[in-house]
């Protein structure tokens, strides 16, 4: 059990130092920096102007789209990467799994293109 734990140990004490190290830099930067807030900076709303209208009104499906087509392309990258790394080690399973789920992303990219999320009025 004990050489379980020493070989842990190491990262443990990386963890310690890593949390001291960002507690000291937070509380540094809260310190040193100026406090000065002025009606733009407390104001609620980040854009700079008055909000005109209701903050609960519905959103154009559009933006939703967008937000899914970044995500089937978001998602195929980070998969096919390292499966494109390690294809040679991999079982045949895994490269009709990666087709499979290209397949899915590309029933994807379809249904936004039929949704016109790619076309801009």
Known sequence: MTLYLSDYFSIFIYLVICTFVSFIFFLFSFVISTQKGDSEKLSAYECGFD????????????????????????LEI???FPWCLALGFLPLFAY??????????TLGFLYEWKKGALEWN
């Open 51 to 74: 909000p005109f209208s209701d903050a609960r009104n519905t959103f154009d499906v559009r933006f939703y789209l967008v937000a899914i087509l970044f995500i089937i392309f978001d």
């Open 96 to 105: 009709w799994s990666m087709f499979f789920f290209l397949f899915l992303l």
């Open 78 to 80: 980070s998969f096919l």
